[in-house]
């Protein structure tokens, strides 16, 4: 395992290095890729329990403890701080070969963060998509808009001006998700102020999410989760 | 709440700024002060379940799935990513109004990867002990040695050259479980090689885990979790 592991690091790490508008948190590849790789290594070995309810996506999602917030012990957290959506593809078997009955994705910001186009998003979600429908059919998907930011933190810059790519990428996930017969769920206006930016009591840096912001989350999927 | 959580990040950046050997994921203190927030005010909120078995500590702690890892649900992760003694000790409310049945504590190799001496954390640790004697009595506390680390991988560098301090430190951990009538768990001797290092097979950067090394843990505490 060891050999294709560093081999797998190295692949990833030059895609890292790759990006030209890496964010703080993935300018020490290295450090990003022991992460992704420690909880990717966790996630492909953690037992089958049937009928989970899936939570996939980056920091946003690795930063809930799902079961708690839902009170429903089916519901597992998939998420890895920094991901991007070709990290999930990377990734995406250990999820499938589970069959979980639902799975409720979040997945975009970090790839607009690197100067990706809504664009270029939107062709590897469609392979997420399509993985997943051919992979396990009976999964019931969730696509789950990605989050308002808030640039006036001054934190978090290479993802907080992304206001625009944002909202572009959401109206065409709501597409996508209406193409694959997927629920849309639209966070983003339900978190978003009138300037539709993350309101301060929901985030310190204008990206991750107060427990307040986890708690609005949970109650506007609690209709689905049951 | 706002304010007060402001205040708190000015206070706790500048407590991480007066640390002369900052590791690499602290430098961006701003990047660890919201984390670390945001994961406090979770753990602020998050329902009470009772009879809790609370896994506290830093990002080891942090990246495991303890209740699907352990297969109990009553295995809450109380980790936080970078966290230190003193950090705990800004959160331990959190933990002990729960009054948890059992409580799992791993910290420390950050202190020391900051340059602080063992005797030095020892101080805080008293401290963390001291407050949940008081605060939650009838809590079991079970204090977990520091995990090797390993040089070789050239990664998380002022954490994997510190094995001698990690020892010195587990040392004093084992005294001072036995004077506060808490079981000490040597996590340390099962995970190392012969060298004292952390095997590569357990880990990809020589500080934190694969699945394999978070197993042989969770097997190893299962008799305590039961």
Same mark, same amino acid.
């Given at each position: 395992m060891n050999k294709i592991i560093l081999l797998l690091i190295a *692949?990833?790490?030059? /895609?890292?290095?790759?990006?030209?508008?890496?964010? /703080?948190? *993935? /300018?020490?590849?290295?450090?990003?890729a022991a992460y992704w790789?420690?909880?990717?290594?966790? #996630?492909?070995?953690?037992?089958?329990?049937?009928?989970e309810i899936i939570f996939l996506g980056n920091s946003i999602t690795d930063g809930a403890e799902w079961f708690e917030l839902l009170g429903n012990k089916k519901c597992l957290n998939r998420g +890895?701080?920094?991901? +991007?959506?070709?990290?999930? &593809?990377?990734?995406?078997?250990? *999820?499938? $070969?589970?069959?979980?009955?639902k799975l409720f994705i979040m997945i975009g910001v970090n790839d607009l963060s690197r100067g990706?186009?809504?664009?270029?998003? +939107? *062709?590897n979600y469609r392979k997420i998509l399509d993985r997943i429908r051919t992979e396990s059919p009976r999964t019931r998907v969730y696509v789950q808009s990605v989050l308002p930011v808030n640039p006036a933190?001054?934190?978090? $810059?290479?993802h907080t001006n992304k206001t625009p790519q944002i909202m572009e990428l959401n109206g065409k996930l709501k597409e996508l998700a209406a193409e694959y017969g997927?629920? #849309? +769920?639209?966070?983003?206006? &339900?978190m978003a102020d009138s300037e539709n930016y993350l309101p301060r009591s929901f985030s310190v840096d204008g990206l991750h999410?107060? #427990?307040?912001? #986890?708690?609005t989350w949970a109650d506007a999927?609690?209709?689905y989760v049951k």
């Open positions: *692949v990833f790490g030059l /895609t890292l290095s790759a990006s030209s508008q890496a964010q /703080t948190a *993935v /300018t020490d590849s290295s450090r990003f790789w420690h909880s990717k290594d966790m #996630y492909d070995h953690l037992p089958d329990i049937r009928n +890895i701080s920094a991901d +991007i959506t070709e990290g999930i &593809l990377l990734r995406l078997d250990a *999820v499938t $070969k589970l069959q979980p009955k990706m186009t809504p664009d270029e998003v +939107i *062709v933190t001054g934190m978090a $810059k290479n997927n629920t #849309y +769920i639209d966070l983003f206006s &339900l999410l107060t #427990y307040k912001a #986890y708690k999927i609690k209709p």
